[in-house]
C-alpha cells in the first residue's frame, strides 16, 4: 500500500465535491529553480504538510487518527476511541465513513466541529506517509524516496494533489477549522518549484 496522502476536499457551498477544485500543473522551466529557491518552496511545503488539516491522517501503525491544532488545545488522538486499523479505514473496528460519510453535493456550512465529508471514502494516509510531528527534514527526505512516496517524481506528487479530493479539504476545511496555509495552486506550485530545483532537503 504505498500511495502518499497529505489531505482533503471541498466544502463551499453547494459545489459538487466530485469535481474538485481545478489545479494547473505548469512546472517551471528546467535550470530555472536554484537550490536556494527549492529550499525555500519546501520550507512552505513542509508548513502545509505539518498543519493539523494535513498531519492529523498521517500517521503511523498505530492507526490512531490525531486532533491537534489551535481549537483542540494538546493534540491526543482522535476521540470515540476511533481506530482505523491497518485498512485505514476502520473496516475491523468501525469505519470512517460511519461518521465522514461520502457525500457529492455540499450543504453549506456544517455544525462547528462536524465530521468532514467528502466525494471519497475518508481513510488515513498508508503507513508509508507518516509524519505527524516529525522535522522538516524528515519529512523532506521521506517524500523524495520513492520507496515511501508510492514511486512518484515530483511531477506525480503534485498530480496527486491536483486529484485526491481529500486533500482539497484541507483548504476548505468547515466552521471551527483553520485551513491550510496558502492555497491548493501554491502548494502544488511549491512542488514543481521543488522538484525542479531538485528536491533538495536542509541535509544534504
Known amino acids: 500500500m504505498k500511495y502518499l496522502m497529505i489531505l482533503a476536499?471541498?466544502?463551499i457551498g453547494t459545489q459538487a465535491f466530485a469535481a474538485g477544485e481545478t489545479v494547473e500543473i505548469n512546472p517551471p522551466a528546467e535550470g530555472s529553480i536554484s537550490t536556494e529557491d527549492a529550499l525555500a518552496a519546501w520550507d512552505r511545503i513542509y508548513e502545509v504538510?505539518?498543519?493539523p488539516r494535513c498531519s492529523n491522517c498521517h500517521v503511523g501503525p498505530s492507526n490512531l487518527p490525531m486532533w491537534s491544532g489551535p481549537s483542540y488545545g494538546k493534540a491526543r488522538p482522535h476521540g470515540m476511541n476511533i481506530n482505523a486499523g491497518e485498512s485505514r479505514v476502520g473496516a475491523e473496528f468501525v469505519q470512517c465513513s460511519t461518521c465522514h460519510a461520502y457525500r457529492e453535493i455540499a450543504t453549506g456550512d456544517r455544525l462547528e466541529h462536524s465530521a468532514p465529508q467528502v466525494a471519497m471514502d475518508w481513510r488515513l494516509a498508508p503507513v508509508e506517509a507518516e509524519w505527524f510531528g516529525k522535522s522538516?527534514?524528515?519529512v523532506c527526505n521521506q517524500l523524495r524516496n520513492p520507496e515511501l512516496n508510492g514511486d512518484r517524481?515530483?511531477?506525480a506528487i503534485a498530480s496527486h494533489l491536483d486529484h485526491d479530493l481529500?486533500?482539497?479539504w484541507a483548504w476548505n476545511p468547515g466552521a471551527g477549522r483553520e485551513p491550510a496555509p496558502y492555497s491548493l495552486q501554491e502548494h502544488v506550485?511549491?512542488?514543481l518549484a521543488w522538484g525542479v530545483g531538485g528536491m533538495p532537503c536542509?541535509?544534504?
Do not use: C, M, T
Request: charged share 20%; net charge negative; aromatic share 4%.
Open 189 to 191: 506550485n511549491d512542488v
Open 166 to 168: 481529500i486533500l482539497h
Open 153 to 155: 517524481d515530483y511531477l
Open 136 to 138: 522538516s527534514v524528515e
Open 49 to 51: 504538510a505539518s498543519h
Open 9 to 11: 476536499a471541498s466544502l
Open 202 to 204: 536542509a541535509n544534504d
